[in-house]
């Protein structure tokens, strides 16, 4: 009996001690095949773009390739979704923005726990959005905006409920007794090509998604979502200069992981993150539309996403937007 007591209490030891040995080991080890980096939005969305650029040079840093994949749907929630039924080892991950953190409060039947089942690795950067109209459009200011609003009801594109887009249309039009209405996309490409053909009246996109359509003449910005004017755009003014008080909208955009992945890890994919971010090269793109690189460590990202979590939540109900 104590010859098979002392084995049982040896193999609980062993159990112990071999525990984070084995996460150690493992770590060592990783990663030893390609890795996934989903995307909730499409091709040409600020997510989209943001993911490939530190895509490539991250798979130089670990040693594998990182290969972007498109899973688009419900505001990242497919991707989110898609993620967390894989593995839980480190080889699927998501590039995630705003809307990640307003859909606990928008989705009553989320197919996962926000605060539980998910871990920040790291934060990437951080952008302003830019109002745009379609180039071909008499509208020239926000004024005339509030002044055809008096005429029809306007509408608007986003990618999608509780995206950036559709955060910073809403607090214009309450701050500007504004009659929109929402007309959402599948990311935020396709809505900015939408204000471009006339579809909808305006939009609020990230100046990377914008670019392109902008250089083309296709679309006319009218303000920045930040409180003071961006490289990218330096003659475009501020919503603040514009007289909407008190405004200020950041997206940030970051890499989760399942929280069952093995911190040492989650730890490993963050140093070569923020190793990559270091990169000369890397840095220019990320920032050449006046985003700002921040990069941080799985807990100052946890931290940040749990706390804006709680500050979506309030935003969502002073806003009163319903999930549609």
């Excluded at 773009?49 to 419900?74: C, D, H, S």
């Excluded at 990437?124 to 180039?135: D, E, I």
């Amino acid at each position: 009996m104590l010859k098979q007591t002392l084995g049982v209490m040896l193999a609980g030891l062993s159990l112990t001690f071999g525990g984070p040995a084995a996460a150690a080991d493992a770590a060592a080890d990783f990663p030893s095949r390609p890795l996934r980096l989903l995307v909730g939005s499409p091709p040409g969305a600020s997510t989209d773009t943001y993911a490939r650029i530190i895509a490539e040079p991250l798979g130089k840093v670990l040693g594998q390739n990182v290969v972007v994949e498109n899973r688009t749907g419900a505001s990242g929630i497919v991707a989110t979704s898609a993620m967390l039924n894989s593995a839980a080892d480190g080889y699927t991950l998501q590039f995630v923005y705003t809307s990640y953190t307003l859909a606990p409060s928008l989705y009553k039947d989320l197919p996962y726990d926000a605060n539980k089942d998910v871990a920040g690795v790291s934060m990437v950067v951080t952008s302003p959005l830019t109002l745009v109209v379609g180039a071909s459009s008499s509208l020239s200011s926000i004024d005339d905006l509030v002044k055809l609003s008096r005429k029809r009801s306007l509408n608007y594109g986003s990618a999608g409920v509780g995206s950036g887009g559709h955060l910073t249309a809403e607090m214009l039009r309450l701050a500007a007794g504004m009659p929109a209405v929402h007309v959402p996309y599948r990311g935020a490409a396709p809505a900015a090509a939408a204000v471009a053909a006339g579809d909808v009246d305006f939009a609020f996109v990230a100046q990377v998604t914008a670019r392109e359509l902008m250089q083309a003449g296709k679309l006319r910005p009218l303000a920045v979502t930040s409180t003071q004017r961006t490289p990218m755009l330096p003659d475009v003014p501020t919503m603040q200069e514009l007289g909407v008080k008190d405004y200020e909208f950041f997206n940030w955009f970051g890499v989760v992981a399942s929280a069952k992945t093995p911190p040492a890890i989650l730890d490993k994919i963050s140093r070569g993150i923020a190793q990559v971010l270091k990169n000369p090269d890397v840095r220019a793109r990320l920032t050449s539309d006046g985003s700002e690189v921040v990069g941080n460590t799985p807990a100052e990202f946890n931290r940040f996403l749990l706390a804006d979590i709680r500050k979506s939540g309030e935003l969502v109900r002073q806003i009163g937007i319903k999930q549609e």
